[in-house]
């Protein structure tokens, strides 16, 4: 079946306390890509990547970190996570390098206290 | 600053009407359109996609692009029950890899 597996699906945390979320896809998909989704903002693009070792920032990509080392994850990093980066994320991957994510993970839902 | 406009609802409907979705933006190089369903607690899933003017079917769902007034929209037939959601459209430009997503318009259908 068709996944992309994002974990962990909920996390409370504090201020300063390093996070990963991680993100897998079984697809084989070239392009993978971070969002965070607010009340009445939509979805915004943290980060994506066209290929292993080929990342690049998108929309607000302030306070995140990601890498490419396999094919198939593509982390999301807070080194410094603050109450402001609570949100709920999603991590996408489609197929070629057209950039439109076609499959989501379940998403993660984060808060920073 | 690149932006995508949608009414953010609720539409409202009767089962078996046609559900009218609507979206402006406001990048004339934009050249790829895109309409994604949300269910409530979910992850959103891609339903559609235009590249071109003109009506684009696909069972119920009809996209339909008309670039020159930079308007994009997705037009739900037979609507049911099962189509309440909110419809995000997205869109993105030429050479860039970052879409630009509404906020979504929450569609209700009643029976």
């Known amino acids: 079946e068709a996944q992309v597996t994002q974990n962990p699906r909920y996390l409370i945390t504090v201020t300063g306390k390093k996070l990963t979320v991680t993100c897998s896809q079984n697809?084989?998909?070239?392009?993978m890509s971070w969002y965070r989704q607010d009340p009445g903002l939509g979805l915004r693009q943290i980060y994506y990547?066209?290929?292993?070792?080929?990342?690049d920032k998108g929309d607000v990509p302030e306070g995140y970190k990601v890498s490419r080392k396999e094919k198939r994850n593509f982390p999301l990093i807070l080194e410094s996570p603050s109450p402001n980066q609570t949100s709920l994320y999603f991590c996408a991957s489609s197929k070629g390098q057209g950039g439109q994510p076609q499959h989501f993970g379940d998403g993660t839902r984060l808060s920073i206290l | 600053q690149k932006e995508v406009e949608q009414n953010s609802g609720p539409l409202s409907v009767p089962e078996g009407a046609i559900a009218s979705l609507n979206c402006t933006y406001s990048d004339r190089g934009s050249q790829s359109f895109f309409w994604y369903r949300q269910y409530s607690g979910k992850s959103p899933e891609l339903i559609m996609f235009?590249?071109?003017?003109g009506d684009k079917e696909d069972g119920r769902f009809t996209a339909q692009l008309n670039k020159a007034s930079q308007y994009v929209s997705l037009l739900i037939r037979d609507s049911q029950p099962s189509d309440s959601a909110t419809y995000l459209c997205a869109v993105r430009s030429g050479g860039s890899y970052i879409p630009t997503f509404g906020r979504g318009t929450s569609l209700i259908v009643h029976p």
């Open positions: 235009i590249y071109s003017n």
């Open positions: 697809m084989n998909h070239e392009y």
């Open positions: 990547s066209m290929n292993v070792e080929v990342t």
